[in-house]
């Protein structure tokens, strides 16, 4: 039963940038450079029909292509348990996965209760001292990636492995302007 998620992902460049963001941090796993990706919706298990009522459902998604910018560093958690990036407001963004979610819900996904988050996950830790983290966090505070287009957006199946989530691409969906 494949492990599904949708996903924008990140130009070569702009994972460059986040990948020289990574210094030595207690407890902390970095995630790989060709794994870094903006999560849109995480679904979860599905049976191979609901994921063909998934792909049928994305593919009816309506939204205009756009640009995002990547900035400034945080975490999530207390005591952190996720290093992260975020980035500038983008009401396009925010439409597009409202448009995800209420395809899904369609496709019979049970709808997300959490708000949406937009960021990119750089580093997943365990017992970071916050000490450790909070000068971390000063020092890339003015952090700011190159903009990027986002012209498409993809599902992934993630398999789960002792070296970490391996993922691969299930479906494109482009965006367009008309």
Sequence with gaps: MPR???????????REE??????????????????LHLTLRFIGDVEAQQQRDIDAALRHVREEP?????????????PGRVLWVGMDLSLRLLSLQREIEAALVR?????????????????????????LLAPYEEEHRWFTATPFPVAEFHLYSSTLTPRGALHRREGTYQLTSS
């Design 107 to 131: 496709a019979g996904v049970p709808p997300e209760e959490r708000p949406f988050s937009p960021h990119i996950t750089l580093a997943r830790l365990k017992g970071t001292p916050h000490h």
């Design 4 to 14: 599904l998620f949708v996903a924008i992902d990140l130009p070569g460049n702009v």
């Design 18 to 35: 986040l990948v020289s963001l990574r210094k030595e941090l207690p407890g902390g796993r970095w995630v790989a450079g060709d794994q």
């Design 66 to 78: 756009f640009s995002l910018t990547l900035r400034q560093v945080g975490h999530f958690g207390r």
